[in-house]
T-cell receptor, first 110, second 113 residues
């Protein structure tokens, strides 16, 4: 079945450094959703990307959908301790349930 | 607050037992999804219900079953529990399904002793 691979699995950064996580698929993705799960919390929907090449920003977060719709990225500028958590991408394929990547766990060292 | 309510928050039981996890979706949401999250693992999709009907199945064991009731709340039944079933079980809901954003509950942490 459809699989989405996320890299890296873990990332440790100093506060103030940038962070990027990548979501890749061998097949064309329908839409991409991004979720954040804080330690001890539940996944929270961040954004959905639909169009090829789409770029969306939420404050320090920049989300991008690849031109071929086979990859997506989430970039955080100047990380803060509040950014700590696991970031998941998920492929939506019409009526089938979301296929989540394994996530990238971000640690921020103050 | 996501609006999705899961009970209980914690459950401790023994191998071979049976438990029921409960989920009330956000008001107006017709789809309910169940996920299993083990330590350091991603979200494993178990099953989806839409307006009372089973819509999709994932890697759900035969020992597990679920249903969605007319008031749209859902229950996940886990039987003949094994140590490996220890995990965090999340319920999520969405307006319809497919590419709608999902709203997750706080989860039920199941510990099998």
């Amino acid at each position: 079945g459809q699989q989405v691979m996320q890299i890296p699995q873990y990332q440790h950064v100093q506060e103030g450094e940038d962070f990027t996580t990548y979501c890749n698929s061998s097949t064309t993705l329908s839409n991409i959703q991004w979720y954040k799960q804080r330690p001890g919390g539940h996944p929270v929907f961040l954004i959905q990307l639909v169009k090829s090449g789409e770029v969306k920003k939420q404050k320090r977060l920049t989300f991008q959908f690849g031109e071929a719709k086979k990859n997506s990225s989430l970039h955080i500028t100047a990380t803060q301790t509040t950014d700590v958590g696991t970031y998941f991408c998920a492929d939506t394929s019409g009526n089938t349930p979301l296929v989540f990547g394994k996530g990238t766990r971000l640690s921020v060292i103050a | 607050d996501s609006g999705v309510t899961q009970t209980p928050k914690h459950l401790i039981t023994a191998t071979g037992q049976r438990v029921t996890l409960r989920c009330s979706p956000r008001s107006g949401d017709l789809s309910v999804y169940w996920y299993q999250q083990s330590l350091d693992q991603g979200l494993q999709f178990l099953i989806q219900y839409y307006n009372g009907e089973e819509r999709a199945k994932g890697n759900i064991l035969e020992r597990f079953s679920a249903q969605q009731f007319p008031d749209l709340h859902s229950e996940l039944n886990l039987s003949s529990l094994e140590l490996g079933d220890s995990a965090l079980y999340f319920c999520a809901s969405s307006r319809v399904g497919g590419d709608q954003p999902q709203h997750f509950g706080d989860g039920t942490r199941l510990s099998i002793l």
